[in-house]
T-cell receptor, first 114, second 114 residues
Framework: AQSVSQHNHHVILSEAASLELGCNYS??????LFWYVQYPGQHLQLLLKYFSGDPLVKGIKGFEAEFIKSKFSFNLRKPSVQWSDTAEYFC????????????FGTGTKLQVIP | GAVVSQHPSRVICKSGTSVKIECRSL??????MFWYRQFPKQSLMLMAT?????????EQGVEKDKFLINHASLTLSTLTVTSAHPEDSSFYIC??????????FGPGTRLTVT
């Protein structure tokens, strides 16, 4: 069964700092990869996803993620964070072509200080 | 985008009673819906997959007789927590998959069992 690791549990940054959140998964086959965001008091929303093609994926609000197959990684990045990016971020993996079940990482809480 | 609603948003019940939580896809049909449980500072734990017109598929360790799932129509799935106990207190979230396997999440239901 696939698993997802997010190594950063809590990240605190100042506004305008660059962000990189790590995500590693364990599964040897083809996967679909997602990043979801949960803003305070709101429900989970899709930030971006990777299915195939260009391993650098751009999402909403200036976020991007790079799929590195050899490292089983799908790190989330943003060059300059804003206070409004304060939220919890979840990486998720789905085995391609199979059952629709998605496995989530434990989440990273990002706090951006104005 | 697709919208998933949940009702109620929060419920308090006494130990030993049953509670029903509804999950609706508002502007699309969902033959499959997922039920998650989210513990504080932890990730989403998939409890079961709800299948329209057939039995739900439960994850290992989830008691099917305690967490009854019914997917009565293409837009409605219900989770009934039977004979609730304080340890069942949690945040329950449902989701429905979109056409590209992304998940659309409901806002969640906070269950407190006293």
């Amino acid at each position: 069964a696939q698993s997802v690791s997010q190594h950063n549990h809590h990240v605190i940054l100042s506004e305008a700092a660059s962000l990189e959140l790590g995500c590693n998964y364990s599964y040897g086959g083809t996967v679909n990869l997602f990043w979801y965001v949960q803003y305070p008091g709101q429900h989970l929303q899709l930030l971006l996803k990777y299915f195939s093609g260009d391993p650098l994926v751009k999402g909403i609000k200036g976020f991007e993620a790079e799929f590195i197959k050899s490292k089983f990684s799908f790190n989330l990045r943003k060059p300059s964070v804003q206070w409004s990016d304060t939220a919890e971020y979840f990486c998720a993996v789905r085995v391609s072509g199979g059952y629709q079940k998605v496995t989530f990482g434990t989440g990273t809480k990002l706090q951006v200080i104005p | 985008g697709a919208v998933v609603s949940q009702h109620p948003s929060r419920v308090i019940c006494k130990s030993g009673t049953s509670v029903k939580i509804e999950c609706r896809s508002l502007d699309f049909q969902a033959t499959t819906m997922f039920w998650y449980r989210q513990f504080p500072k932890q990730s989403l734990m998939l409890m079961a997959t709800s299948n329209e017109g057939s039995k739900a598929t439960y994850e290992q360790g989830v008691e099917k007789d305690k967490f009854l799932i019914n997917h009565a129509s293409l837009t409605l799935s219900t989770l009934t927590v039977t004979s609730a106990h304080p340890e069942d207190s949690s945040f329950y979230i449902c989701s429905a998959p979109g056409p590209a396997y992304e998940q659309y999440f409901g806002p969640g239901t906070r269950l407190t069992v006293t």
